[in-house]
């Protein structure tokens, strides 16, 4: 059975960093390509960024476009997503997926303040 788990959450102030992670288990992360998606208070689940299986190809969504990038080490069956230039509007709970499959982990809260 595919698990997940997210970590690397907290609290930040406008402008800083932070680093997530997530681990998978029961599978093989080479067999996916991997997506963040966040969840807001009071919003669905929207997608944020994706890497293929090759790691070759990424894509972001519009509002973290250079400011958010997402990698994979598939030694240690993890996805990382490094958050750089945090704002409040980036508060959420950040959950990893393998692309397209109903799996996902207890998230991670992102709390950024003004």
């Known amino acids: 059975q595919v698990q997940l788990v997210e970590s690397g959450g907290g609290w930040v102030q406008t402008g800083g960093s932070l680093k997530l992670s997530c681990t998978l288990s029961?599978?093989?992360?080479?067999?996916?390509?991997m997506a963040w998606f966040r969840q807001a208070p009071g919003k669905e689940r929207d997608f944020v960024v994706r890497?293929?299986?090759?790691?070759?190809?990424?894509y972001q969504a519009i509002d973290v476009r250079g400011r958010f990038t997402i990698s994979r080490n598939n030694v240690e069956n993890t996805v990382y997503l490094q958050m750089n230039s945090l704002k409040p509007e980036d508060t959420a709970v950040y959950y990893c997926?393998?692309?397209?499959?109903?799996?996902w982990g207890q998230g991670t809260q992102v709390t950024v303040s003004s």
């Open positions: 997926n393998p692309l397209g499959l109903p799996y």
């Open positions: 029961g599978s093989s992360i080479r067999a996916y390509a």
């Open positions: 890497l293929s299986r090759s790691g070759a190809n990424r």
